[in-house]
T-cell receptor
């Protein structure tokens, strides 16, 4: 089945700097790659997603890139703010068959003011 | 607050007792999921259901059971056979299998003493 590896497990950045979180996946049939943000004590919420027919997607300060050949995708947050501090999860899915969303283990991002 | 509700938010049980966690959604979603979250382990899939009266085991199903008698409801029972039941449990739903956004409930923190 699918396996998703996420790095780093913790990340500290100064306010205003950029943060990058990377994930790799094992199933070449995967075609949907969402990113979730989970603030302390709250539910995970989707912040951005990308499908395999697109190499990059941006939404204001957040961007995701996908390299299908290398089977990795990354989350980029620019001009980080203290409210970006949270745990971020990547996930992958084929969208069919018996393969639900498989999540990485998460990255705890701390933005230092 | 969202369209998927878990109850209760906190639950305490004595060791050896079965306990059932509730998950209800009014989003008209076909697919529902149960994940377990432990520190540093990410979101691990317990059970999932693509449609009413059907469900499948996830990666860590041992010691758990589910039912899907109604589209709106997907309760999870943590049985006495689960060796380490203390954890944060998240229920989620999506419009279709795997390849779309999963909406999460606010979670239930189960503590077994």
């Amino acid at each position: 089945g699918e396996n998703v590896e996420q790095h780093p497990s913790t990340l500290s950045v100064q306010e205003g700097d950029s943060a990058v979180i990377k994930c790799t996946y094992s199933d070449s049939a995967s075609n949907y790659f969402p990113w979730y943000k989970q603030e302390l004590g709250k539910r995970p919420q989707l912040i951005i997603d990308i499908r395999s027919n697109v190499g990059e997607k941006k939404d204001q300060r957040i961007a995701v890139t996908l390299n299908k050949t290398a089977k990795h995708f990354s989350l980029h947050i620019t001009e980080t703010q203290p409210e970006d501090s949270a745990v971020y999860f990547c996930a992958a899915s084929t969208g069919q068959g018996n393969t639900p969303l498989v999540f990485g283990k998460g990255t705890r991002l701390s933005v230092i003011a | 607050d969202g369209g998927i509700t878990q109850s209760p938010k906190y639950l305490f049980r004595k060791e050896g007792q079965n306990v059932t966690l509730s998950c209800e959604q009014n989003l008209n979603h076909d697919a529902m999921y149960w994940y377990r979250q432990d520190p540093g382990q990410g979101l691990r899939l317990i059970y999932y259901s693509q449609i009413v009266n059907d469900f499948q085991k996830g990666d860590i199903a041992e010691g758990y059971s589910v039912s899907r008698e109604k589209k709106e409801s997907f309760p999870l029972t943590v049985t006495s056979a689960q060796k380490n039941p203390t954890a944060f449990y998240l229920c989620a739903s999506s419009t279709q299998w795997g390849g779309t956004e999963a909406f999460f409930g606010q979670g239930t923190r189960l503590t077994v003493v």
